[in-house]
């Protein structure tokens, strides 16, 4: 039975949750609801992997919200196909890493371009004091000059610091983005770990009793050979 990509993560996201509702599964996996109901009705339902536990109504949308779970069938399908899961359980911490390290280099782009706008305006601010203090005194007075300068000055100070500003909440949102992003990850490497050492358990398991059986066999075959001779 082949499923697509986006079927194989819904019941993956079953098999480690439980019930969950059509909303909870699309945030889980950043997927639209379109997508999820869409694999449901074509994979999912109608192959007796995934059953419809409750429905809620939702009043004054045309859409109701269905909570779901594996079944049976769908257990065993989880047990038989870990490697596909597994694959795209990497497969979605390579694309995760790939947005973190993409946000970062925005983030970092960012802040260069706030900083260079701080350095270009004050680069202005220090010509336009320049400029007051060339100004002959017999044109301009003293009173109008002193005004012009601390405007000029109190702007970029202004500016500068909604820059700086601007920097830290970047900085700061980048930062919470990837302290949410590693557990995640984490937390996915574990259990693909986890998947794949049970796994190899069992095959282990599994060549003990085909070697404990091979043993037994040459016995028997050794006890009938001795008992031809006599």
């Known amino acids: 039975m082949t499923i697509d990509k986006?079927?194989?993560?819904?019941?993956?996201?079953?098999?480690?949750?439980?019930?969950?509702?059509?909303?909870t599964i699309a945030s889980r996996l950043v997927i639209g609801s379109g997508s999820v109901s869409h694999a449901m009705r074509e994979h999912l339902l109608s192959r007796g992997l995934v059953e419809v536990v409750r429905t809620e109504e939702n009043p004054g949308s045309a859409a109701d919200t269905h909570h779901y779970r594996l079944t049976g069938s769908g257990e065993g399908w989880l047990a038989e196909h870990t490697d596909e899961v597994s694959i795209d359980s990497l497969d979605d911490l390579q694309d995760g890493v790939a947005e973190a390290i993409e946000a970062a280099e925005s983030a970092k782009?960012?802040?260069?371009?706030?900083?260079?706008?701080?350095?270009?305006?004050?680069?202005r601010s220090k010509e336009n004091k320049a400029?007051?203090?060339?100004?002959?005194?017999?044109?301009?007075?003293?009173?109008?000059?002193?005004?012009?300068?601390?405007?000029?000055?109190?702007?970029?100070?202004?500016?500068?610091?909604?820059?700086?500003?601007?920097?830290?909440?970047?900085?700061?949102?980048?930062?919470e983005a990837l302290q949410r992003l590693v557990p995640v990850i984490q937390n996915r490497i574990d259990q693909s770990a986890s998947g794949q050492a049970e796994r190899i358990d069992g095959l282990t398991a599994r060549i003990d009793e085909l070697e404990e059986t091979v043993a037994d066999q040459q016995e028997r075959i050794n006890e009938l050979e001795s008992r031809r001779f006599f």
């Open 131 to 175: 400029r007051i203090d060339d100004i002959d005194d017999d044109y301009v007075p003293m009173t109008e000059l002193l005004r012009s300068q601390s405007i000029a000055v109190d702007h970029a100070d202004d500016v500068a610091d909604d820059v700086h500003a601007r920097i830290d909440k970047t900085q700061e949102d980048t930062r």
């Open 6 to 23: 986006t079927a194989r993560r819904i019941l993956a996201v079953l098999g480690e949750h439980g019930e969950l509702s059509g909303p």
């Open 109 to 123: 782009e960012s802040v260069q371009g706030y900083r260079t706008k701080v350095n270009r305006v004050n680069a």
